[in-house]
């Protein structure tokens, strides 16, 4: 089946550093999506990044298709960044397929 | 983008009751689907719903324990039928604004099955 690895599963962070948080899907993905989830579980959509390179804000995301990866940079740390990652691929067209996470902890 | 409500946000039930967990958008979406998510693990889609149509089940779920309607174009249901502590966890709802488009999620509920 699909699978998605997330690396590393857990950051620790001071506040103001970068963060770099890796996704890597099993198979040729035509859609890739990274969202947050903050410590009470609610989930936010951050980017959708299918190849290339997108920003937002203090996030960017690389995503080298053929390779099968994808990167999730977060620069300028706060303690709000505080959450865990998901990144999830499309597959069969509409179904997304999540990642284990990277449980990120922004210390003051 | 679409927005998603759910309700409840969260309930505590006894083993052997049923439950209903109601998702709502703000605008009309081809496509919900209901995702469950165990504590410190990852999502899980469980189904596929779509105006007018049986729920399309993924492996491990099934219409019995886990029916779903889906009456019209902005609302959804799930039940969760003879609640089990297994069933512990939380239920997300999404959708998008069609095929592989961004997908956006509900706030989730929060479920204690004791």
């Known amino acids: 089946g699909q699978q998605v690895q997330q690396s590393p599963a857990s950051l620790v962070l001071q506040e103001g550093e970068n963060a770099e948080l890796q996704c890597n899907f099993s198979?040729?993905?035509?859609?890739l999506q990274w969202f947050y989830q903050s410590p009470g579980g609610s989930l936010v959509s951050l980017l959708s990044n299918p190849s290339g390179t997108k920003h937002t804000g203090r996030l960017t995301s690389t995503t080298v298709t053929k390779e099968r990866r994808s990167s999730l940079h977060i620069s300028s740390s706060q303690t709000t960044d505080s959450g865990t990652y998901l990144c999830?691929?499309?597959?069969?067209?509409?179904?997304?397929?999540f990642g284990t996470g990277t449980s990120l902890l922004v210390d003051p | 983008s679409v927005l998603l409500y759910q309700k409840p946000n969260r309930d505590i039930c006894q083993s052997g009751t049923s439950l209903k967990i109601q998702c709502v958008a703000d605008?009309?979406?081809?496509?919900m689907f209901w995702y469950q998510q165990f504590q410190e693990q990852s999502l899980m889609l469980m189904a596929t719903?779509?105006?007018?149509?049986?729920?399309?089940?993924e492996s491990g779920f099934t219409k019995d324990k886990f029916p779903i309607s889906r009456p019209n174009l902005t609302f959804s249901t799930l039940t969760v039928n003879n609640a089990r502590p297994g069933d512990s966890s939380i239920y997300f709802c999404s959708s998008s604004l069609g095929g592989q488009d961004t997908q956006y999620f509900g706030p989730g509920t929060r479920l204690l099955v004791l």
């Open positions: 198979s040729t993905a035509t859609q």
């Open positions: 605008s009309q979406v081809v496509s």
């Open positions: 999830a691929q499309f597959n069969m067209g509409y179904k997304l397929t």
């Open positions: 719903a779509n105006e007018g149509s049986e729920a399309t089940y």
